[in-house]
């Protein structure tokens, strides 16, 4: 059973199947599609096979001819070559091109189908546009490759009548050729070629000027772009050397200053300068190795004197005119490193303003010399684009020359190499894979139209069909009983008293609405039955019908008057529909209290404002799909407004599915079922003609117990 019946919140179960099992659509199962739709799959097979085989057996022999045109590459002959001629392959293929496209011209084919010969090739009361557009059509002209040869060829039944047409073609092509010349006049050729001597002139001339300017402004070649200009290498060098000698200048300066001004900063940077200076002095280094030595005598002689002796005394003033010595020269060092710091650095930056006054005054020379060039630099520039201008304007003016001697020396080079001759045999025939092949066309094509009209069904047959439309799986599958022997359906029905039961047992469900998804499907039989043999597991139930469940709960004619502005009803009349109302509801919950389990029948869900207020009151809601007759859409539809409603509990069954339309996983659940109940003593059929008793609703809820 699917436990979407346990479900007790407004949140309808959904199928634990997999994400792309769902998406994948209806799968093409061929042999289920062939099932339901064996006519039509038979049908149009036996109709597409009998198309085949009648198109197969009517094909008459098919003949093909061709004809060769040989084009010699051609070989322009220019004023500068010595050899005598010269060869383009890529303007011969683009004139190879212009000739296959020439051939299919229609006054080409018109000369052609204008002659005596071709008559036999023409439709009897056919025009000659639509002669022309038939030939261009059946017509095939390309060139065989690696070769100068173009083929014309032509197919079809009358082998003498396609000879004689690609014959005329070809003639009315070559007869074109000759007569339609594509080169240009004599005139024109000399225009072209004073054209080309001007630009040559001119570029000559240039070229003398450009070299004397190269000469002028010392520059080899002042085309090359890789070339730089030689001012602008000199100055950039004296830029590069001026602002490198300003930042040494700038440098030698400032350490000047720091230590010939006056003041305690600049005092301060001379002794610290001085004292790294005189650090490093070899005379100062011995004075203080030398003290060093006479003061560790007299402080080994002090140590075992006391400070009242003599002696310790006079090694006492010897220490201290020691210091006074040793002072006094550290400071005559300093002081002669400290002159000669400032002379160094002066000296420092009297040279680098020295260097910096040349560069500036050679970088000023430089760039006048520089200035008065630019004129013979931008003239050089000028020189150069204008030699590209006439030099490209030269290249095209020789292209075109030549050109127009390729194309007025090949009229005479293209004739007919081998003409086209009635063919002896006919190509091979497809008649054989056409009959061979019918066959299996039809077959293909009636299983794609079994499976397109199955696509296209609306309606559920089986419970995958269900599942997919509602996205769980419905709680009972329950066949047809015309096609199963009533023990049969027997045991199916146990599947879905199974499906109440633990609804019951697990859920606590004792309310059940059963309805129809769609219009017109009769459900009383399938739920007597069910009570019928729920009753046999010691169930008390009971069977009413939704609609009079609700029938109290419309406003009487005295509320419906005052609804409608009539003025003199009562007030205690106006609330009278409230109490009935509530009454019912309570009458409703007696009505469950008094028995086990409590069906509601109610018209299909889609249509019945009764069923809605119903399934709102129940503990499950079971949507009954009839096989064959219920559509995905109106499962989908009535899921939707379950969901809406917010019902506690949904489940699904199908009903009548019929043996024709079901899977084989089914067929093969009722053949077993029908083998073991074979096997089995005969027991109480179920009697789904029976109706089942219902209780009428009064007012009175005392009344309602099984009898």
Do not use: C
């Amino acid at each position: 059973m699917n436990a979407a019946i346990l479900k007790q919140s407004p949140e309808i179960p959904r199928d634990q199947s997999s994400d792309s099992e769902r998406s994948g659509g209806f799968s093409l199962d061929l042999k289920r599609s062939f099932k339901m739709h064996k006519t039509l799959a038979i049908s149009v097979a036996v109709g597409i096979s009998v198309v085949l085989l009648a198109y197969g057996l009517s094909r008459r022999p098919y003949y093909e001819t061709h004809a060769l045109i040989y084009v010699q590459p051609v070989k322009a002959k220019l004023t500068t070559d010595n050899t005598g001629a010269t060869y383009d392959p890529a303007r011969y293929d683009t004139y190879i091109n212009q000739q296959l496209q020439t051939i299919t011209r229609t006054d080409i084919l018109a000369e052609a189908l204008s002659k005596p010969a071709t008559v036999k090739w023409r439709f009897p009361q056919e025009t000659d546009d639509a002669a022309i557009d038939r030939l261009r059509t059946n017509l095939k002209v390309e060139r065989d490759q690696g070769s100068y040869q173009l083929s014309i060829t032509l197919a079809g039944s009358d082998p003498e009548a396609i000879a004689d047409v690609v014959n005329a073609v070809s003639e009315a092509y070559i007869h074109g050729e000759r007569s339609d010349e594509l080169a240009q006049s004599d005139q024109q050729l000399q225009i072209l070629k004073t054209e080309r001597d001007r630009l040559r002139n001119n570029l000559s001339s240039d070229r003398q000027e450009q070299a004397a300017l190269s000469a002028a402004l010392g520059v080899a070649d002042t085309t090359n772009p890789e070339v730089t200009n030689p001012f602008d290498v000199t100055l950039t060098d004296l830029r590069a050397q001026l602002a490198a000698a300003t930042a040494q200048h700038a440098i030698a300066a400032a350490q000047f200053a720091s230590v010939s001004q006056t003041g305690s900063d600049s005092s301060a940077g001379l002794r610290a300068a001085a004292e790294d200076a005189s650090a490093n002095d070899p005379g100062l280094a011995a004075l203080k190795q030398t003290i060093s030595q006479r003061r560790s005598v007299l402080v080994s002689q002090m140590a075992g004197l006391t400070p009242k002796n003599p002696l310790y005394k006079q090694d006492q003033d010897e220490l201290t005119r020691l210091d006074q010595w040793l002072d006094a020269a550290a400071t005559e060092v300093r002081t002669k490193a400290a002159r000669q710091l400032q002379e160094k650095l002066r000296l420092d930056a009297n040279r680098t303003a020295t260097l910096q006054s040349r560069l500036e005054g050679e970088l000023a020379q430089k760039t006048a010399v520089a200035s008065g060039a630019t004129p013979k630099l931008q003239r050089a520039a000028d020189l150069v684009m204008d030699i590209t201008r006439l030099q490209t304007h030269f290249t095209e003016i020789d292209s075109a020359i030549n050109a127009i001697e390729l194309e007025k020396n090949t009229s005479g080079l293209v004739h007919i190499l081998l003409p086209a001759a009635p063919p002896s045999k006919p190509k091979a025939s497809k008649k054989i894979f056409i009959i061979g092949g019918a066959v299996p066309l039809g077959i293909l094509f009636g299983l794609m139209a079994a499976v397109l009209s199955m696509k296209m069904d609306p309606r559920v047959y089986i419970a995958e069909d269900v599942s997919r439309a509602l996205d769980f799986k419905p709680m009972a599958v329950l066949p047809h009983h015309r096609d199963v022997k009533s023990s049969v359906m027997d045991e199916f029905m146990l599947r879905l008293v199974a499906g109440v039961d633990q609804a019951h047992r697990t859920g606590g469900a004792r309310t059940f609405v059963f309805t129809a998804a769609s219009s017109g499907s009769s459900i009383s039989k399938m739920v007597a039955a069910l009570a019928r043999k729920i009753e046999r597991f010691g169930y008390t139930t009971l069977i009413v019908d939704a609609a009079e469940v609700m029938k109290h709960v419309a406003l009487p004619k005295d509320e419906m008057a005052y609804l409608m502005g009539d003025g003199q009803v009562s007030k205690s009349s106006r609330i009278a529909p409230a109490r009935r109302e509530n009454f019912n509801i309570g009458n409703f919950s007696r009505m469950r209290s008094n028995v086990d389990l409590l069906f509601i029948e109610g018209l299909p869900l889609l249509s019945s404002a009764e069923t809605e207020f119903a399934a709102r009151l129940s503990d499950i809601t079971i949507l009954v799909a009839e096989s064959e007759k219920t559509t995905r859409g109106e499962l989908t539809n009535a899921l939707e407004l379950l969901k809406r409603l917010g019902v506690p509990g949904v489940a699904a069954v199908l009903s009548k599915v019929k043996t024709v339309h079901a899977d084989d996983e089914f067929l093969s659940v009722i053949h077993d079922v029908e083998t073991r109940q074979s096997e089995m003593p005969e027991q109480e059929p179920i009697d789904f003609e029976a109706k089942a008793e219902r209780i009428p609703l009064r007012d009175d809820p005392e009344v309602y117990s099984r009898k």
